[in-house]
């Protein structure tokens, strides 16, 4: 097998958050962790995958997507330390610019977080879920097992194939059809090929439940998980819904990325499992907020100039929920006046000027106030909109293209 | 007799599904539906259709897109994208609007390479107004990293006219092959004319 840089960042090897739809519910006390502190590869197969892990590593360290926030870094890895305890010393965190929602953890402890992820959770308990999910991956050894599932099923394909075409043969020379074994050999390799994607959800669900304990046991509302994938399910809803289009909770046997009501069900069962009566755990959002907060609006650039309005507006409405500030006013208005559907023109200058009455506006708050001013006919104000963005960022990239509008 | 037959005519299909580039030739030439008139000072070659490009869009190369790509887009109207994209795909470049403003014109083309070409790191280095094809427009230099994690510098110049847009781009890897190609790009540029 080979373990590439970009598989490594877009989640592909080592598990993605949510990835595959999961199997029939765990118990998450029913497993116990396979890997402990210091934990080294026992096999050949095992040392080759964390060789091919360390290569990947070594070109991940140095690729240009990280993201430079040592701060963040450093409170990304406590919550790691927070659910791994001893174990979390073998592991090494990278932050990446990347819009999407995932994470991964690599057998040899290498933890991916996306940007997109720190964008989509609110609290430290639903950051502290999907670095779980990842962690249960980890401490149940599921890339190996994964990749030995595939190896054994792979090679029961090619055994059924070679031997259906000699008793075809067999049977055609003896003056019968030999289609018959063919077809035989056909049904058989259906079906191990469906088990290939059967036992990914069942390492799904692992991971999902062992996640849940680890998030208790670091003292976490294991709540948290369920959240985050009631979000996540509303936020692809409402991406569809924003392209007219209908969300399909795929459920068939060889789903790869689907987002699951029922996986939702089984994490709020778990919780209770655990915690049969909600009680007051540690839920980390102020702390989370403040650890966010030299970021936030970089983030949420990412985020909107992808350009998915569904996405990006059902995510800004949410954080709204923990109030408004002159940033996500400002992104709401980015959302509409990329849209540019009609109306949003109307909307987009309306969310800037509520943007710029907020004290934290961005600068470009205030560009983009101005424009809309300009655009509506208001001259006067649109310039003295503009001209306060040349006072707060006289050195902004586009001065001079302002300059130039003041001056028309 | 019948093998280099053969062959002959297995060479003669590869070399038809091949893509076709063609030679530019350092000599006045009207590219985009012969919207914009530039006049190379170097030799550049003619790129095939690419999967996003759109029929008022014309691409050159001197080493390869992947190094250095000169776009020109010419004649787009009020309503259609500078790529082709799918109605109902979620993430999608914004339409071009005569009404635009310069923020809107800059956040279009950031878009397009953050959907197009995945980058995920985008930092605008400037916009200045300048005038291209007789009209007023802007000048907007940025710098993103895209699929490939390859470093790339990226300088557009755009204009609208009669309601249309014109706009020349030069997007090429940041070490070496960007600063060689802008010579000649910043020189067809300033000469361009509709």
Redo the contacts between chains.
Sequence with gaps: MTVS??GMIAGGLCGCAFGTRAAARIAPGAMLPLVDAGYRPTDADERGMWRDCDRAEEELAA???LVDAPALHAYVSGIIHNLLGERAAGSRLYL????TFNASMAPNGMMVVH?GLLVRVRTEAQCAAVLGHEAGHFCRKHNIAGFRNRVHRQSAMAFVAVGSNVMAGATAMAGGNGRSWIDLANNVNNGLFASMFAFDRSQESEADAYGLRLLAEAGYSPDAAAAVWQQLIEERQA??AA???HYRARASAFDTHPPDAVRMADLSLSAREIAPVPSPRRDGRDEFRRAVAPLRAMLLD?LV????PG?SLYLINAHATDGWDGTLRFYEG?AY????APGDGATAARAFAAAVVFDDAPPVAW??HG?AL??GGHGEDGRRALARYLDLDPHA??A???R??LNQ | MTRPLTIVALCTMLTACAPSYTLVTAAPAAVARNSIKVSPATAWNKAPKGPFDIAWEENWTANGALLDRVTFIGGLPDGQAIARQRPKADRQVPVFRATMSPQDLVAMVETYHRIKDGATVFEAQGVEPVTFVGAPGLRFDYTYIGTDEVKRRGRTILAVSGSKLYMMALDGAAIHYFDTALVDFSAMAASARL
């Design positions: 840089r970009r690729s240009n997507l990446v610019h990347e819009p940007s991406s569809a392209r007219s289009k990412e100039k992808q350009n998915d996405a980015e006046r990329l849209r540019d560009r983009a424009y300009l655009k990239t586009d001079a293209m302002v130039f509008a």
